[in-house]
């Protein structure tokens, strides 16, 4: 049998407002990275571009950046 690991929803959840968080899962261009980089589960890479279009209509984070 194998072991199945499930992630807590702590984990997949990532608020809007935690800026600094966001931040480290884009690119130089305010691009979101691919969940091949950012290591993210499907529900948290879904769960991350939520949260990454949300800063973006707050105005927390841009959408480009020169």
């Known amino acids: 049998m194998t072991e199945t690991t499930k992630t ?3 984990n997949n959840h990532i608020d809007y ?3 600094t968080r966001l931040g480290a899962s884009v690119n130089p261009h ?3 990275m691919s969940r091949r980089r950012t290591h993210f ?3 948290g ?3 991350f571009a939520t949260a990454i279009k949300r800063a ?3 105005a927390l984070m841009p959408y480009i950046k020169h």
């Open 8 to 10: 807590s929803t702590l």
């Open 17 to 19: 407002k935690d800026i």
């Open 30 to 32: 305010a691009r979101m």
């Open 41 to 43: 589960t499907a529900k």
């Open 45 to 47: 890479q879904r769960n």
């Open 56 to 58: 973006r209509f707050m």
